[in-house]
T-cell receptor, first 109, second 120 residues
Framework: GIQVEQSPPDLILQEGANSTLRCNFS?????LQWFHQNPWGQLINLFY???GTKQNGRLSATTVATERYSLLYISSSQTTDSGVYFC???????????FGGGTRLMVKP | DARVTQTPRHKVTEMGQEVTMRCQPILGHNTVFWYRQTMMQGLELLAY????????DSGMPKDRFSAEMPDATLATLKIQPSEPRDSAVYFCASGLVRLGRGRNSNQPQHFGDGTRLSIL
């Protein structure tokens, strides 16, 4: 099946700093989503981005499908950005999401 | 905003008891997924349904787990008998999949808040 790798696994930032999270995948994809799992365990949809670039406030994401990677940018980080960020994909043959291992982000005040 | 609703949010029970988790998908979504999250395995698919028909349950231990969708507004995941290794967070997700020739058109999946299950 398709493999999804995320980096870095852990990230500590000072409030106000910017960061880039990376997601590599091993096959062409039909769907790519970024999620934020907050400290209460909820999985929050951030982006649906099988290709191209999208922005939502301080967050933006870019997927380069031909090179099999996606990037999530967080600018001017806040303590409420803390949590785990997951990238998940489906390939052309399947419908279920395959998740990466996540990036655990801690933003310090 | 429409949301996927899961009940209960938390469940603590003793080994050997039956556990039933419920999910109400978003109205209009034709595909429902069950995922499990553990520290060791991360997030993994257990089973999914399209138009209420089971399509894939290969991720589910068949001897004790069962998933059903008795109607379009309710999906259930049952464990009988439960074991301590079943302790995890169980997520339900729903989405709209449009079938195409050779390639399906997937819309984003939306997740419920999960059921945190502890088997003592």
């Amino acid at each position: 099946g398709i493999q999804v790798e995320q980096s870095p696994p852990d990230l500590i930032l000072q409030e106000g700093a910017n960061s880039t999270l990376r997601c590599n995948f091993s096959d062409s994809v039909n769907n790519l989503q970024w999620f934020h799992q907050n400290p209460w365990g909820q999985l929050i949809n951030l982006f649906y981005i099988p290709s191209g670039t999208k922005q939502n406030g301080r967050l933006s994401a870019t997927t380069v499908a031909t090179e099999r990677y996606s990037l999530l940018y967080i600018s001017s980080s806040q303590t409420t950005d803390s949590g785990v960020y997951f990238c998940a994909v489906t390939n052309n043959a399947g419908n279920m999401l395959t998740f990466g291992g996540g990036t655990r982000l801690m933003v310090k005040p | 905003d429409a949301r996927v609703t899961q009940t209960p949010r938390h469940k603590v029970t003793e080994m050997g008891q039956e556990v039933t988790m419920r999910c109400q998908p978003i109205l209009g979504h034709n595909t429902v997924f069950w995922y499990r999250q553990t520290m060791m395995q991360g997030l993994e698919l257990l089973a999914y349904f399209r138009n209420r028909a089971p399509l894939d349950d290969s991720g589910m231990p068949k001897d004790r787990f069962s998933a059903e969708m008795p109607d379009a507004t309710l999906a259930t995941l049952k464990i009988q008998p439960s074991e301590p290794r079943d302790s995890a967070v169980y997520f339900c997700a729903s989405g709209l999949v449009r079938l195409g020739r050779g390639r399906n058109s997937n819309q984003p999946q939306h997740f419920g808040d999960g059921t945190r299950l502890s088997i003592l």
